[in-house]
């Protein structure tokens, strides 16, 4: 098999090849959300999401915790982390101010979200920031219109690289998803086609 390239570009995203070569699925059991709370900045949002996320607050300020509700009067849903970059407001330095604790599929104590709650149980039409749902796969914007896609690899998700060797499921499986909400199913269908492209070459 030939070395695949670094670097793969597929329409005017460039994608880090191991995306497509190494294997991943979230394990609730294992890691119970902790993406949600550890690290020291919230998730990634964009203008349009902070907008959304301000309409949905009626609906899940409820849901919230004392301690995360005092954060987002004092300064809103989100904010500039030290690299610039628009964030959720966190409580405490780590955890995102729309975490919840419950059970989850005999699951205890696991963390959870609150306006992706609100949005299974249809009170809003706004899940959670793109950020959350491609997490591990982490988004850039780069020069003369081009996003960068990279694999953050991350301690927490160790479980989660176990159970996608176990199960057999490459990272871009399983966030199809979610990259098709980002970018949608012509971008992903021509990904596909593209990983065929690289099998016939020998990259993969």
Avoid: H
Avoid at 11 to 19: A, E, F, Y
Avoid at 90 to 112: P, W
Avoid at 154 to 178: H, T
């Amino acid at each position: 098999m030939v070395e695949i390239p670094p670097i793969i570009q597929v329409g005017d995203v460039l994608l880090s090849s191991d995306i497509l070569t190494e294997k991943f699925c979230c394990d609730l059991s294992a890691c119970k959300g902790q993406c949600c709370v550890e690290g020291d900045a919230g998730a990634p949002v964009t203008l349009e999401e902070i907008a959304e996320i301000e309409d949905c607050l009626d609906e899940v300020w409820g849901d919230l915790s004392a301690s995360a509700q005092a954060v987002i009067d004092k300064q809103g849903v989100a904010y500039t982390d030290k690299e610039g970059d628009l964030v959720t407001s966190i409580v405490r330095g780590k955890d995102c101010v729309f975490t919840y604790y419950d059970s989850l599929q005999n699951i205890e104590d696991c963390c959870l979200c609150t306006l992706e709650k609100a949005f299974r149980a249809g009170k809003t039409r706004f899940c959670k920031p793109v950020s959350c749902a491609l997490y591990p796969i982490r988004e850039k914007r780069l020069g003369n219109d081009l996003i960068g896609l990279n694999y953050n690899r991350w301690e927490v998700c160790k479980m989660a690289v176990a159970k996608g060797q176990q199960e057999n499921i490459l990272l871009y499986q399983f966030l199809r998803g979610p990259l098709v909400r980002r970018f949608g199913e012509e971008w992903y269908d021509e990904l596909l086609n593209t990983i065929k492209e690289l099998k016939a070459q020998g990259y993969l």
